[in-house]
């Protein structure tokens, strides 16, 4: 009977640990995955709050461009969530056009 009542009590205090733990280790494998894919062109947020566009990935730093103009470089293990990629911009080709005389 005291033996059963050990099993009971060591289940009621492991089990939920066991599964905390569980649960813990599955969301850093996906912060760490979600770190290890960011790319050029993506929007991030960081663990500080800053929001900025990827602009160049060099090892474990990654370079944001968090305003026109203005930079920062930190470490990729600070990249809290992305956003979203930018989207890809279209480049049209225009041809010159003679300029004549007339056209003035």
């Known amino acids: 009977m005291e033996s059963l009542l050990l099993v009971l009590l060591l289940a009621v205090f492991l089990l939920p640990s ?3 733990m569980r649960s813990q ?5 996906a912060m760490r ?13 960081n663990v500080a709050g800053i929001h900025g566009t990827v602009v ?8 944001l461009e968090v305003s026109p103009g203005v930079e920062m470089t930190m470490d990729r293990i600070g990249v809290m969530r992305v956003l979203e990629a930018a989207p890809v911009e279209e480049v049209t080709v225009v041809e010159e056009i003679e300029d004549h005389p007339e056209n003035r």
């Open 56 to 63: 160049a990935v060099e090892g474990d730093l990654v370079t």
């Open 18 to 20: 066991f599964f905390m």
């Open 33 to 45: 995955e979600l770190q290890n894919s960011v790319s050029v062109g993506d929007r991030i947020v």
């Open 25 to 29: 280790r599955r969301r850093q494998t």
